[in-house]
């Protein structure tokens, strides 16, 4: 059933992409989250896997140095937005890890 | 979620599972697996972020927010997201969610999050999903969560890994 990470096959373009869309619906549903119904609010902390996921592809292919100038660029960009809202996201989360 | 707690027979022994380790036998896994694999998304009405509903649009798709949950659901992860091809319908969306239910090599993980019930269940995407189904950021696993609660679907989307899913690390595995 294990896959290895390196085997996923979708480009950085995509994870970045990606990860600024879900990162700013992210802030935006911070915003509401009170008025959220409770449903909207389960699919919400069920689906963080998409962008955690994207992160930590991202995180493994810069360690690597496979990002080049401009997706670095915009991995930076993303890093500075992830710092700023993770304490909101973390505490939505529970105690989940982003 | 709903309203209150389904009182269908095969819920109520999930929330069983989930809550207190109940065993289950061979015969429960099949009766859970039939449970959730015919269950819908939830009829409720529910918002499509503006940035969806732009790339959906971008695409090809007007969605108008809010709308019921399987659009919204195929609105982000197959028109905007694109983990499924764009051109997948979604009647074919939900055919996949209920083929990566009952899969042969599906694995069933059971846990709570915060005091709701859910059970999850994961299946390797290129097992599950027609090829020409699969988007360019598709994911090698696809993950399905149902609600024993409200008796429904809450989402089903592809992702990276197992272990990136935001499974709790005390959730029962049962395949």
Not at chain 2, 51 to 80: C, E, M, Q
Request: glycine letters at 6%; proline letters at 5%; aromatic letters at 8%.
């Amino acid at each position: 059933m294990a896959k290895m990470i390196d085997q996923w096959t979708i480009t950085t373009d995509r994870l970045l992409d990606g990860l600024e869309l879900d990162w700013g619906v992210a802030v935006r549903t911070i915003a509401r989250w009170v008025d959220m119904s409770d449903y909207e609010q389960m699919v919400f902390i069920e689906e963080w896997a998409i962008p955690r996921g994207y992160y930590q592809e991202l995180q493994v292919r810069c360690k690597q140095g496979r990002l080049d100038e401009d997706e670095r660029r915009r991995y930076d960009v993303l890093r500075r937005m992830i710092d700023l809202h993770r304490p909101a996201i973390e505490a939505i989360l529970e105690d989940s890890a982003i | 979620m709903t309203g209150g707690s389904s009182g269908h027979p095969i819920d109520r022994l999930m929330r069983r599972v989930i809550r207190s380790g109940e065993r289950v036998t061979d015969t429960d896994v099949r009766d859970i697996i039939d449970r959730v694999r015919s269950a819908p998304f939830s009829t409720r009405s529910v918002s499509v972020d503006p940035d969806y509903a732009r790339i959906a649009a971008a695409n090809g798709f007007t969605v108008h927010s809010p709308t019921d949950a399987l659009t919204a659901h195929v609105a982000k992860h197959v028109w905007a997201q694109q983990q499924w091809m764009v051109t997948t319908t979604p009647e074919e969306y939900l055919d996949d969610i209920r083929t990566v239910i009952g899969a042969r090599t599906a694995r069933l993980a059971f846990y709570e999050r915060g005091r709701r019930p859910v059970v999850a269940v994961v299946a390797e995407t290129d097992e599950v999903v027609p090829v020409g189904r699969i988007g360019p950021a598709s994911g090698p696993y696809v993950l399905v969560m149902y609600s024993p609660d409200s008796a429904m679907i809450l989402t089903a989307y592809m992702i990276r890994s197992i272990e990136a899913a935001n499974i709790p690390a005390g959730a029962l595995w049962l395949k």
